[in-house]
């Protein structure tokens, strides 16, 4: 992947693909959404996803620029408003989505904040921040 490759374009075309496939999801679950993607394409490419990091927040794992772009959504379905530029790796995280836009957002919750445990040494210790697990 290219350095070039940032969370927000990846977490637009999430946004833009769960809108077509009439399952637009919230803010909360994006957060969960590409922590999730950024694991799994680790595990299995060992490359980044993406190169920012995700931060130890109270509601679990976020990226802090992707969190406040969709900020004025608040709590409720994010419609999509930007079209992603492509990149090679949307092919590899359309595969996933169809598996992730169907579970709920306490799926993601409770692994990001209880089940998680690199999120539950960063969040408890007290540090700001932590790449994926």
Do not use: H
Request: positive net charge; charged residues 20%; hydrophobic residues 40%.
């Amino acid at each position: 992947m290219r350095r070039e490759e940032k969370a927000l374009n990846i977490a637009k075309y999430v946004v833009e693909v769960a809108y077509q496939q009439c399952k637009p999801i919230s803010n909360l679950k994006l957060q969960g959404i590409l922590y999730f993607l950024w694991n799994e394409y680790y595990k299995e490419t060992g490359k980044y996803l993406f190169y920012e990091n995700f931060y130890a927040w109270s509601i679990g794992p976020v990226v802090p620029e992707v969190y406040y772009f969709y900020c004025p959504w608040a709590g409720t379905p994010i419609m999509a408003m930007d079209k992603a530029e492509y990149y090679p790796a949307f092919g590899w995280i359309g595969k996933k989505l169809d598996e992730y836009l169907t579970r709920p957002l306490q799926y993601f919750l409770q692994y990001g904040q209880k089940e998680n445990p690199a999120w539950s040494r960063v969040w408890n210790g007290g540090a700001a921040q932590a790449r994926g697990g």
